[in-house]
């Protein structure tokens, strides 16, 4: 299986590759459009500033490639927020796959930290991203901005100030808020799926 992960200007995408030789997979980093259209399996990771990002993305003609890709696709933390219509970060217009709008968490109370750093739980499963995860089940958060819960796009729920998509889907698209290449056996499992879908 030819496995593509989409080279931008984010951090933490070698954790991803690691993760995927973690399960025998051997991806291409790569920002080359052919590369990425024929690639059976493409991911969107990365963390970063989401206004830089889509400057690059832009500069390099990658928005229109990873808007036109037909084949299963995952965005991973800035990655899922790049994927969705504007972000507060920056106030910046991004790639308009979901038509939602990325916000910044706003603290309640004093104990509320942001960015959510560290280990939460993720539930109201759904679709074959999460075949074989219990409900409840934790995984791994490093962000300072979100995506509100939408019926229609939101097939994993998490809470920290509020309950926020964890989880995205559209058609070819999937994406996660958390990191599952760091979010350990449960974060294993969500890969394999995606390389199964």
Same mark, same amino acid.
């Given at each position: 299986?030819?496995?593509? $992960?989409?080279?931008?200007?984010?951090? @933490?995408?070698?954790?991803?590759?690691?993760?995927?030789?973690?399960? *025998? $997979?051997?991806? +291409?980093?790569?920002?080359?459009?052919?590369?990425?259209?024929?690639?059976?399996?493409?991911?969107?990771?990365?963390? *970063?500033?989401?206004? !830089?990002?889509?400057?690059? +993305? %832009?500069?390099?003609?990658?928005? %229109?490639?990873?808007?036109?890709?037909?084949?299963?696709?995952? *965005? +991973?933390?800035?990655? #899922?927020?790049?994927?969705?219509?504007?972000?507060?970060?920056? @106030?910046?217009?991004?790639?308009?796959? /979901?038509?939602?709008?990325? %916000?910044?968490?706003?603290? =309640?109370?004093?104990?509320? =930290?942001?960015?959510?750093?560290?280990?939460?739980?993720? &539930? @109201?499963?759904?679709?074959?991203?999460? #075949?074989?995860? !219990?409900?409840?089940? &934790? $995984?791994? !958060?490093?962000?300072? /901005?979100?995506?509100? /819960?939408?019926?229609?796009?939101?097939?994993?729920?998490?809470?920290?100030?509020?309950? &926020?998509?964890?989880?995205?889907?559209?058609? !070819?698209?999937?994406?996660? #808020? /958390?990191?599952?290449?760091?979010? *350990?056996?449960?974060?294993?499992?969500?890969?394999? @799926?995606?390389?199964?879908?």
């Amino acid at each position: 299986m030819d496995v593509a $992960i989409v080279k931008y200007n984010a951090g @933490n995408i070698y954790s991803v590759v690691h993760a995927l030789k973690r399960l *025998g $997979i051997e991806p +291409i980093l790569t920002d080359d459009a052919e590369l990425l259209a024929k690639a059976d399996r493409v991911l969107f990771p990365g963390q *970063g500033e989401a206004s !830089n990002a889509m400057a690059y +993305i %832009k500069e390099h003609a990658l928005d %229109k490639v990873i808007k036109d890709l037909r084949q299963p696709v995952l *965005g +991973i933390c800035i990655g #899922q927020q790049l994927m969705c219509q504007h972000s507060e970060e920056g @106030n910046t217009d991004c790639l308009g796959i /979901f038509p939602l709008e990325v %916000k910044r968490f706003s603290p =309640k109370v004093h104990e509320d =930290k942001v960015p959510q750093m560290g280990w939460n739980s993720i &539930y @109201n499963l759904s679709t074959p991203l999460f #075949q074989g995860i !219990n409900e409840h089940e &934790y $995984i791994y !958060n490093v962000h300072s /901005f979100y995506v509100p /819960f939408h019926e229609d796009f939101t097939i994993a729920t998490c809470d920290y100030i509020l309950p &926020y998509s964890a989880a995205l889907h559209k058609d !070819n698209f999937y994406a996660t #808020q /958390f990191h599952p290449e760091k979010s *350990g056996s449960v974060g294993e499992r969500i890969l394999k @799926n995606f390389l199964n879908l």
